[in-house]
């Protein structure tokens, strides 16, 4: 089968590769489509090669099709659309037991630890495979995993209808989070300095305010009789961003950390001390958010075309990760392993 490999810092390759056995419980799908997301880019730059395995197909976002059923798998059909959950959690440590699988303490992230989704077919326990509606879009149906991860944090962030919701940082996660918000009833504002991120914003009917022109806490502060907002996610990654966090949120209300920051960062404890506001992390997903993203990508009820930047062909792969990593008003950037049937 062909698989889409990464090599070394800065380098995939496209190649032939024997095509592995298919394991008693597993399922074996024929990837359509599998997006590029931050993680793989990290992977690209060769930040992650103590957890890569050289040379190795990654990728995590996926749709498909059931190709092949291990012999103790039942209740799937061939053709089947799928997409797959990939946290494959151990089941035996304190947190699992607790029910948050989610955040196992030994998880394994599929196509991080083991071999992804950047190739002709992808071979995944089958408890860990989704059905999809048969008239979903493939290419939609690829964005069902960070779109996943937008369902978590707006859980987390417990938004209630006409709540005032702050994004900080309009990138993919950021933008897939303004959606899920406002579909959650919550009246969003996007914080971001990229112009071409903005413009895309507000075409699909966002306000943003770039911080970097506008007093965004005053402006906030203003609509809110000095307040604050009620919910503030910060998804920028930023210096800067966790410094707006704790000025931007009203007293008793809510943070939640969704960006990766690398290394710590100063935060305001005293503001936590005396808003009293409550910050979460927020993580992955759980299998509801799961099903979830599912019926959002389907239902029409939140726009997802807008956040397909462009589609490479698999044999494109090092080029798609070069346009990614020089375009920096890029969204959700596709491969495409399989023609759609």
């Known amino acids: 089968m062909r698989a889409a490999q990464y090599i070394g810092a800065n380098h995939f390759e496209s190649r032939v590769i024997p095509t592995p056995a298919l394991p008693d419980d597993y399922i074996r799908v024929r990837i359509a489509y599998c997006g590029i997301c931050g993680t793989d880019i990290h992977i690209f730059k060769g930040h992650m090669d103590a957890r890569v395995h050289a040379p190795q197909a990654?990728?995590?976002?996926?749709?498909?099709?059931?190709?092949?059923?291990?012999?103790?798998?039942?209740g799937w059909t061939v053709g089947e659309k799928v997409t797959v959950r990939p946290l494959d959690n151990d089941g035996t440590c304190n947190t699992c037991k607790r029910g948050f699988t989610h955040i196992c303490e030994h998880l394994n992230f599929l196509g991080i630890e083991t071999p992804g989704g950047f190739a002709e077919f992808w071979d995944v326990p089958a408890r860990l495979i989704h059905r999809l509606p048969a008239n979903?879009?493939?290419?939609?149906?690829?964005?069902?995993?960070?779109?996943?991860?937008?369902?978590?944090?707006?859980?987390?962030?417990?938004?209630?209808?006409?709540?005032?919701?702050?994004?900080?940082?309009?990138?993919?996660?950021?933008?897939?989070?303004?959606?899920?918000?406002?579909?959650?009833?919550?009246?969003?504002?996007?914080?971001?300095?990229?112009?071409?991120?903005?413009?895309?914003?507000?075409?699909?009917?966002?306000?943003?305010?770039?911080?970097?022109?506008?007093?965004?806490?005053?402006?906030?502060?203003?609509?809110?009789?000095?307040s604050g907002a009620d919910v503030v996610m910060e998804v920028s990654g930023s210096e800067a961003g966790a410094?707006?966090?704790?000025?931007?949120?009203?007293?008793?209300?809510?943070?939640?950390?969704?960006?990766?920051?690398?290394?710590?960062?100063?935060?305001?404890?005293?503001?936590?001390?005396?808003?009293?506001?409550?910050?979460?992390g927020a993580r992955v997903y759980e299998v509801k958010d799961y099903e979830k993203a599912i019926t959002l990508s389907n239902n029409g009820e939140i726009d997802l075309d807008k956040m397909i930047s462009k589609v490479f062909p698999m044999d494109d792969i090092q080029q798609a990760f070069e346009y990614l990593t020089s375009t920096p008003d890029a969204m959700k950037v596709l491969i495409q392993c399989n023609e759609e049937k």
């Open 136 to 226: 979903i879009s493939m290419q939609k149906a690829a964005l069902v995993e960070p779109l996943a991860v937008a369902c978590h944090d707006v859980a987390r962030a417990g938004i209630e209808p006409g709540q005032l919701v702050v994004i900080s940082g309009g990138g993919p996660i950021g933008m897939l989070n303004a959606l899920v918000a406002r579909h959650a009833g919550g009246k969003v504002l996007i914080s971001e300095i990229n112009e071409a991120r903005i413009a895309l914003a507000e075409s699909m009917g966002f306000e943003c305010v770039n911080p970097l022109k506008e007093d965004v806490v005053a402006l906030v502060r203003g609509r809110t009789g000095g």
């Open 243 to 280: 410094k707006l966090m704790t000025e931007l949120v009203r007293p008793r209300g809510t943070i939640v950390i969704v960006a990766i920051y690398a290394k710590p960062v100063p935060v305001d404890l005293h503001k936590f001390f005396w808003k009293e506001i409550k910050m979460v």
């Open 58 to 74: 990654v990728g995590h976002e996926v749709s498909g099709w059931v190709e092949e059923c291990g012999k103790n798998v039942t």
